[in-house]
């Protein structure tokens, strides 16, 4: 009973580093989310994928790249980071079509 | 466009009063609408959704399409309740998104 793994759960990075923020799940789910949890912002979309090799951008996807290269992962590629990329980071998924939607724990990111 | 608005961000009951988290949407369409909560340091998870009409944790929502409203409420507030809630829209159009509210802190004093 995974559900959606995310990790790491935290993560320090200097200003211009690049890393990848992992998520899986094992429940066949063909939509995949990533979210940003900011303070007074809410839940706010970076990007989404409704099935292996599509994705497309949400309201926040400035800074962000995604892949959905299987139907289990999602991985969340900060390509140079920035301050303003501090947040805590979660990642969903679900079944097209449902609004019943399954939240990773979470990373929680401080960009220095 | 469609949109979720939460106008609270932090709304602070005393254990044993009512509680109502105030939800409101703009869809053009049918809406599906939900309730997610966060309780601290856990992952947000479902608490409710408007077709289902059940009750969970004794918090209910009815969706009332005249006034574009799906407010949480609860007769009588636990400390346990204590939480961040979040309403969302299922998008029903091409991109199929879950449309989230800004939230709303929920702190029971005993």
């Known amino acids: 009973n995974a559900g959606v793994t995310q990790t790491p759960k935290f993560q320090v990075l200097k200003t211009g580093q690049s890393m990848t923020l992992q998520c899986a799940q094992d429940?066949?789910?063909?939509?995949m989310s990533w979210y940003r949890q900011d303070p007074g912002m809410g839940l706010r979309l970076i990007h989404y994928?409704?099935?292996?090799?599509?994705?497309d951008q949400g309201e926040v996807p400035n800074g962000y790249n995604v892949s959905r290269s299987t139907t289990e992962d999602f991985p969340l590629r900060l390509l140079s980071a920035a301050p303003s990329q501090t947040s805590v980071y979660f990642c969903?998924?679900?079944?097209?079509?449902?609004?019943?939607?399954?939240f990773g724990a979470g990373t929680r990111l401080s960009v220095l | 466009a469609q949109r979720v608005t939460q106008p609270e961000k932090l709304l602070s009951v005393f254990k044993g009063a009512p509680v109502e988290l105030k939800c409101n949407y703009s869809?053009?369409?049918?809406?599906?609408l939900f309730w997610y909560v966060q309780y601290s340091r856990q992952r947000l998870q479902l608490l409710l959704r408007?077709?289902s009409r059940e009750s969970i944790k004794g918090f209910t929502a009815d969706l009332n399409k005249g006034e574009t409203s799906f407010h949480l409420k609860k007769p009588f507030a636990q400390e346990e309740d204590s939480a961040m809630y979040y309403c969302?829209?299922?998008?029903?159009?091409?991109?199929?998104?879950?449309?989230f509210g800004t939230g709303t802190l929920l702190a029971v004093q005993p």
């Open positions: 969903a998924s679900r079944r097209p079509g449902l609004g019943i939607q399954y």
């Open positions: 429940m066949n789910h063909e939509y």
């Open positions: 994928s409704v099935g292996a090799g599509i994705t």
């Open positions: 869809y053009s369409g049918s809406p599906e």
């Open positions: 408007h077709i």
């Open positions: 969302a829209l299922l998008d029903g159009g091409a991109t199929n998104k879950l449309i």
